[in-house]
């Protein structure tokens, strides 16, 4: 069994600051590619950021030079900093990750976290 528990979000003003966490626990053998998407009300989910285990990384364009994502990779966990945050970045922010459990190596599994509300607002 493998979770992905989510930490971070809530309320902020215009141009400021969050920090989003996601730690996967569990059966886990190896994990691919970790990512953050979001989706806002009425819309559909959109990937927002993506990285490697070696850490190359991929942005939507909409958040380019804003967003940060990072990973631990011997705590199974990934991050994204979010800065100069806009209205339009208000959404439900999920993690995501491919894994490998133990159960079945050789298997790529897509797993996500629970949701954590990110809210921009003055």
């Known amino acids: 069994q493998v979770q992905l528990v989510q930490s971070g979000g809530g309320l902020v003003q215009p141009g400021g600051s969050l920090r989003l966490s996601c730690a996967a626990s569990?059966?886990?053998?190896?994990?691919?590619?970790m990512g953050w998407y979001r989706q806002a009300p009425g819309e559909q989910r959109e990937l927002v950021a993506t990285?490697?285990?070696?850490?190359?990384?991929n942005y939507a364009d909409s958040v380019k030079g804003r967003f940060t994502i990072s990973r631990d990779n011997a705590k199974n966990s990934v991050y994204l900093q979010m800065n100069s945050l806009k209205p339009e970045d208000t959404a439900v922010y999920y993690c995501?990750?491919?894994?490998?459990?133990?159960?079945?190596?050789?298997?790529?599994?897509?797993?996500w976290g629970q949701g954590t509300q990110v809210t921009v607002s003055s």
């Open positions: 569990g059966s886990i053998f190896t994990i691919n590619i």
């Open positions: 995501n990750a491919e894994i490998r459990t133990i159960i079945t190596p050789f298997k790529m599994e897509n797993y």
């Open positions: 990285i490697t285990r070696d850490s190359s990384t």
